[in-house]
């Protein structure tokens, strides 16, 4: 009992040590090391839910803003079709700006950015770090917000009352953590496996 007792306390103080070192992930980008930040701590997408691009499916180009070449789990297309119909007969009319992209995409954009002269650490407020952007799963969509602030939008107070409808939840809510940025527009189809 004494030996157990010893183990468990061994180990209670070990966990934060454990948790914090899991937590503090580094990326590079042309041999500069950059740390990733603690807000982004706990939003790593797991390897088992990485889209694999064959099975990945185009949305109707009509859904998708400047008829991009817009893709998606099979799922997510399947609710997003549903709600989207449902959004019209509401008129409302939702349009896709993004879908899904891979930790590979998503590092050009944040190079692309620190090439013109961003700071990594403002940059990184506002992109997610590579394996981190639930883009990557193809359950994930930005809509476009056709010239207003998004969250002023007709679209946005229709998904706020309505996404859930269709197994959609809004990832980055306002909260006052302050910790990851407000995204209005981005929603997330959980996987039904969770």
Not at 3 to 12: E, I, K, S, Y
Not at 18 to 26: F, G, I, K, L, R
Not at 65 to 78: G, Q
Not at 160 to 175: H, S, V
């Amino acid at each position: 009992m004494k030996h157990a007792l010893r183990a468990l306390l061994v180990l209670t103080l070990l966990a934060p040590v454990v948790a914090a070192d899991n937590c503090h992930d580094t990326l590079f980008i042309d041999s500069t090391a950059y740390p990733i930040p603690e807000w982004w701590c706990g939003y790593k997408i797991d390897s088992l839910d990485l889209a694999d691009p064959a099975t990945l499916v185009r949305l109707p180009v009509e859904m998708c803003y400047d008829s991009s070449r817009i893709y998606v789990n099979p799922d997510t297309k399947e609710a997003l079709l549903k709600m989207t119909e449902q959004a019209q007969k509401d008129s409302v009319f939702l349009i896709v700006k993004s879908g899904y992209r891979s930790p590979a995409y998503q590092r050009r954009i944040l190079k692309r950015r620190l090439d013109s002269g961003a700071v990594f650490d403002e940059v990184i407020k506002i992109v997610a770090p590579p394996g981190y952007s639930e883009h990557h799963t193809g359950r994930a969509v930005d809509f476009a917000n056709n010239g207003t602030p998004f969250y002023k939008s007709k679209s946005y107070r229709w998904l706020k009352i309505n996404a859930a409808d269709y197994g959609f939840r809004e990832t980055y809510p306002q909260d006052d953590s302050g910790a990851v940025r407000w995204e209005p527009w981005h929603w997330y189809l959980p996987s039904e496996k969770k």
